[in-house]
């Protein structure tokens, strides 16, 4: 087997890996296993073209899978909730004026 194709299958074994710590999040209850996947086979691609071994592949594959699972849920995390999904209040101020936002 030519170096290619064992850079290949150590990719799709760290996907495989790297897939089992994608599970859903308590910021918005979606799961991450797109950026998981895509952040494994970029990584795998980079390490592995990077230092010409399969390790480096199988490093890179599995650095990637974390950083792409943590990226995701980093960005689902810090995105506000929609403005309708918020709850709304009201107070008045010392001189009785009434003001609304949201939360």
Known sequence: MNRFGKLIAATVIALGAGNVAAYADGCSGRDHNDATALGAVGGGLIGGLG???????????????????????????????PRHERERYSYRDRRGRLHYGYR
């Open 51 to 81: 230092t010409k071994s399969v390790a480096g592949g199988v490093a890179g594959a599995v650095v990637g899978g974390l950083a792409g699972n943590a990226i995701a849920r980093n960005n689902d995390c810090n995105r506000a909730a």
